[in-house]
């Protein structure tokens, strides 16, 4: 059973910084390519940051320059620090592995961390 668990979210005034962790059991990462996520209420979640197993990663125009996806294969763990941080990344930031096998793909969530921007 893969597991994935985020954590590092929080309330943070407009300018400053977080890191976000997703914490994976039950598989290693280094077999994934895995992506950020965020929702807000009543819209769709989008992609925030994506790093592939070949360690290229890919950012949403609106972070690009200002988050950066990293992966840790030895703690099987992925990172997002977002420095700069505006009230309009305010959402809940979800993490998420994704793997093609044969012709099935197989996707994990976590249960996402709640990231607040506000003065």
């Known amino acids: 059973q893969v597991q994935l668990v985020e954590s590092g979210g929080g309330l943070v005034q407009p300018g400053g910084s977080l890191k976000l962790a997703c914490a994976v059991s039950g598989s290693a990462i280094s077999s994934y390519d895995m992506h950020w996520y965020r929702q807000t209420p009543g819209q769709q979640r989008e992609l925030v940051a994506g790093?592939?197993?070949?360690?290229?990663?890919n950012y949403a125009d609106s972070v690009k320059g200002r988050f950066t996806i990293s992966r840790d294969n030895a703690k099987n763990t992925v990172y997002l620090q977002m420095n700069s941080l505006k009230p309009e990344d305010t959402a809940v930031y979800y993490c998420?592995?994704?793997?093609?096998?044969?012709?099935?793909?197989?996707?994990?969530w976590g249960q996402g961390t709640q990231v607040t921007v506000s003065s």
């Open positions: 790093s592939t197993k070949g360690r290229t990663t």
């Open positions: 998420n592995a994704n793997r093609r096998v044969l012709s099935s793909t197989l996707n994990y």
